[in-house]
């Protein structure tokens, strides 16, 4: 059964760090595209940031470059999400998502993604 589970989420000050954790299991994701977004209350889920395959390529949202990194353990098929400087307006459930195709036309579309977690709670707090 092919499964995502997010880790990690919480409650932070703004400033602070929070790093998120998806574990796959089911099979080796991490040899695909992966990526996180999030959706905040009344708000459309929206891109995070994203992996190709085989680490080769990142992509990110415009407002979390430089604050936001993406990587993946693939011993642990297990992909990460490490936040810094984190502000209030990061507050939202962030998903992890997976394809089951190797390339993407478009890494921040989510409907590229067919695999996807519960989501976990990331409140950042003034």
């Known amino acids: 059964q092919v499964q995502l589970v997010e880790s990690g989420g919480g409650l932070v000050q703004a400033g602070g760090s929070l790093r998120l954790s998806c574990a796959a299991s089911g099979r080796t994701f991490t040899n695909y595209p992966m990526g996180w977004f999030r959706q905040a209350p009344g708000k459309e889920r929206e891109f995070v940031t994203a992996?190709?395959?085989?680490?080769?390529?990142?992509y990110y949202a415009d407002s979390m470059k430089g604050r936001f990194t993406i990587s993946t353990d693939n011993a642990k098929n297990t992909m990460y999400l490490q936040m810094t400087s984190l502000k209030p307006e990061d507050t939202a459930v962030y998903y992890c998502?997976?394809?089951?195709?190797?390339?993407?036309?478009?890494?921040?579309?989510?409907?590229?993604?067919?695999?996807w977690g519960r989501g976990t709670q990331v409140t950042v707090s003034s």
């Open positions: 992996i190709a395959w085989g680490g080769r390529n990142t």
């Open positions: 998502a997976a394809s089951s195709s190797r390339y993407l036309n478009d890494y921040r579309a989510d409907t590229q993604y067919n695999y």
